[in-house]
């Protein structure tokens, strides 16, 4: 895969145009799972996220996934992030009995993975949460983001967040900027 800086821009390319989306037509998105959907097919017409690579225990997989898993080393599940691309090559899938634990984050019971690229979590206000609520689940997506970065330090974060409400001010958001650094926070707001 490309360097970080490449996939990030490809990335924010497809962010800004939710983004742009959301705040053109903000009604077109019925719920979170719509934003999901969207943004995953847009992802995927990349070359790079879609192409099937061989993993280490000789599978094909793309790079690009939803609904990602994160557990424990005891098998617990310790949270799920929306749109994640890991590395095939550094990945064993279900495949092969893995006699010796790696450290390395386990998506599920038999399936590791060493690389990430990216994690995107993703929310959507239809305009029924409060400022105080939205910024509450919001900050959740972010600390969970905040854990995934420290587990895998050469993952990129991703937060998205569409507003009916609009919520937010530019200065609400340079300081999360400030307090999350390293996720790349992107906040469409629509008050139509």
């Not at 495949?95 to 590791?112: H, T």
């Not at 009916?164 to 400030?178: A, I, P, S, V």
Request: proline content about 3%; hydrophobic content about 30%; some cysteine.
């Amino acid at each position: 895969m490309d360097s970080e800086e490449t996939i990030r821009k490809i990335v924010m390319k497809h962010l800004k145009k939710m983004k742009s989306d959301f705040e053109n037509n903000p009604f077109n998105f019925l719920s979170e799972d719509d934003v999901k959907c969207h943004l995953f097919m847009e992802l995927f017409k990349e070359f790079k996220f879609s192409k099937l690579k061989k993993t280490e225990d000789d599978q094909s997989i793309s790079p690009l996934h939803s609904e990602v898993r994160y557990f424990n080393e005891q098998g617990k599940l310790l949270f799920q992030v929306d749109i994640s691309a890991i590395d095939p090559q550094y990945t064993d899938v279900y495949s092969r009995k893995v006699k010796e634990r790696r450290k390395r984050p386990m998506l599920a019971k038999r399936y590791e993975f060493d690389r990430s690229h990216f994690s995107i979590e993703i929310k959507l206000n239809k305009g029924i949460w409060s400022k105080n609520y939205t910024y509450k689940i919001w900050k959740k997506d972010l600390q969970k983001l905040r854990d995934i970065k420290s587990r895998n330090l050469t993952m990129l974060c991703f937060s998205l967040l569409l507003d009916r409400r609009g919520h937010f001010t530019e200065q609400d958001l340079q300081e999360l900027t400030k307090s999350y650094p390293g996720i790349d926070i992107i906040y469409g707001r629509s008050v139509k």
